[in-house]
């Protein structure tokens, strides 16, 4: 039988508790981790089309 690898699982728990506090770290900011989220507009992004009416 095949002994466990107890250092990877601390490293899965140590990676788990940083993504998490990340995430928390950035809800507090305002933000969320998701880049197509509207609160957050890409500023390379063009701005959006306005229609133009024509004159008569």
């Known amino acids: 039988m095949a002994k466990p ?3 990877f699982e601390k490293r899965q728990r ?3 508790k940083k993504a998490k ?3 928390k770290r950035l ?3 305002g933000t969320t981790g ?4 509207p609160e ?3 500023p390379a992004a063009p701005p ?3 229609e133009v009416k024509p004159v008569p």
């Not at 998701?34 to 989220?37: A, K, L, R, T, V």
């Open 48 to 50: 959006p089309a306005t």
């Open 21 to 23: 506090k990340e995430e």
């Open 34 to 37: 998701n880049p197509d989220s």
């Open 40 to 42: 957050t507009p890409d």
């Open 27 to 29: 809800r507090k900011a």
């Open 14 to 16: 140590d990676l788990a």
């Open 5 to 7: 690898n107890y250092s």
